[in-house]
């Protein structure tokens, strides 16, 4: 079965320290995996996506992951946290064959220490 | 181009009531989801379309929920009779086809899923 797992629930960091939200993935199929960011009362943004061309990906305000097959992981970091990082981040799954579902993470919530 | 555009952002009602949500999906995108965010139980599939064909309504709850697509421009999610453990934020995304969807059946990779802003019902 197709799933994917974000192992942190909450992340705290001080401003200016690097950021590490942990994702694994579970699937039979070439997955396409991306990353969404979530502000509080808004709707969800594309940080990044990952869809089998160059394994490290970078995305939009300093933010990159890199898909490892052997571990089954797609980690999402950044080297420098700023306070407007704060939000809630989903790890999102989809596949190149079969239904055309996107299958998302439960949600890691990254708070942001002055 | 406008995005995706939910109406209405909020909405209030008494259980029982009627709740219609609406989504105009971006222009040339051929997928529609319609998704439901809890904080007990995160985001959730409800159901989606491709050309205005329902594809997998697996998410959706109960009978009580039904979701149309008459056009490429336009769904609604209804809800009757609503009811207090309705309450949530119901997104609205599309998406274009997976690569090769149109040609081939073979998928080279997925397209980015945009989201609406967001309806946030209550249900008293």
């Known amino acids: 079965a197709q799933s994917v797992t974000q192992l942190d629930s909450h992340v705290s960091v001080s401003e200016g320290t690097p950021v590490l939200l942990r994702c694994n993935y579970s699937?039979?199929?070439?997955?396409?995996l991306f990353w969404y960011v979530q502000h509080p009362n808004k709707g969800l943004q594309l940080l990044l996506k990952?869809?089998?061309?160059?394994?490290l990906v970078k995305g939009i305000n300093g933010f990159e992951a890199e898909f490892k097959k052997s571990e089954t992981s797609f980690h999402l970091t950044k080297p420098s946290a700023h306070m407007s990082d704060a939000a809630e981040y989903f790890c999102?799954?989809?596949?190149?064959?079969?239904?055309?579902?996107?299958?998302f993470g439960t949600g890691t919530r990254l708070k942001v220490l002055a | 181009d406008a995005g995706v555009i939910q109406s209405p952002r909020h909405e209030v009602t008494e259980m029982g009531q009627e709740v219609t949500l609406r989504c105009k999906p971006i222009?040339?995108?051929?997928?529609l989801f319609w998704y439901r965010q809890t904080m007990m139980r995160g985001l959730e599939l409800l159901i989606y379309?491709?050309?205005?064909?329902?594809?997998?309504d697996s998410g959706m709850p109960e009978d009580r929920f039904s979701a149309k697509m008459p056009n490429a421009s336009f769904s609604t999610l209804k809800i009757q009779p609503s009811e207090p453990r309705d309450s949530a934020v119901y997104f609205c995304?599309?998406?274009?086809?997976?690569?090769?969807?149109?040609?081939?059946?073979?998928?080279?990779?997925?397209?980015?899923?945009?989201f609406g802003a967001g309806s946030r019902l209550t249900v008293l």
């Open positions: 699937s039979s199929y070439s997955p396409s």
């Open positions: 379309f491709n050309n205005n064909v329902p594809i997998d």
């Open positions: 222009s040339g995108h051929d997928y």
């Open positions: 990952y869809t089998s061309a160059a394994t």
């Open positions: 999102v799954v989809t596949f190149t064959s079969g239904t055309y579902k996107y299958i």
């Open positions: 995304a599309s998406s274009l086809p997976r690569s090769g969807d149109r040609k081939f059946g073979i998928f080279s990779g997925a397209n980015v899923l945009t």
